[in-house]
């Protein structure tokens, strides 16, 4: 069956706008802006960043990403996000990209450069507003030499 331009064309909006919506999160964190960050968010939205905290709730999960980057100054993180795979499905939308984040993190002996590799799997959902995140898994793949700095800021979650 063949689609109909206006279909390809509201297929193609719909892709910008939720790669719109994965930046504009990524550069929440780099900014470290809750505004930035729940303006990305479902009320309901739940995510799970496995040993840094699984989250129920827009207001829960952005007061526990501020948390954890407590101490960050804006901008010494940059989140880049690539390959990113959107599967549409109506007023839904499934989202898997990788995410490569250089660092200079705050340490007690003083800041240090780590690089974190991400995996974000992320269920969208059209509102009102616009896409929005409705579920989030942030699987912590890699990361050079920076466990030990996990493991100090959350002691009970990081093996």
Same mark, same amino acid.
């Given at each position: 069956m063949t689609r109909s331009d206006r279909e390809i064309l509201r297929d193609?909006? =719909?892709?910008?706008?939720?790669r719109d919506v994965q930046h504009r999160y990524a550069?929440?964190?780099d900014r470290v802006e809750r505004a930035l960050? *729940?303006?990305?968010?479902?009320d309901d939205v739940e995510a799970d960043y496995?040993?840094?905290?699984?989250y129920s709730g827009r207001r829960e999960f952005v007061d526990g990403l501020l948390a954890a980057l407590a101490g960050q100054e804006p901008g010494s993180t940059q989140h880049l996000l690539a390959n990113i795979l959107i599967e549409l499905d109506g007023d839904r939308a499934r989202s898997h990209c990788y995410g490569h984040v250089p660092g200079l993190f705050a340490r007690p002996d003083g800041p240090r450069v780590i690089t974190v590799g991400v995996v974000? =799997?992320? *269920?969208?959902?059209r509102t009102a507003d616009g896409w929005r995140i409705a579920r989030l898994k942030a699987d912590l793949r890699w990361m050079d030499d920076?466990?030990?700095m996990l493991? *100090?800021?959350?002691? =009970?979650?990081?093996?």
């Open positions: 193609l909006a =719909d892709r910008e706008a939720i550069l929440g964190l960050l *729940e303006s990305c968010l479902i496995g040993p840094l905290g699984r974000y =799997d992320a *269920e969208l959902r920076g466990w030990a493991r *100090e800021r959350f002691p =009970d979650s990081v093996p």
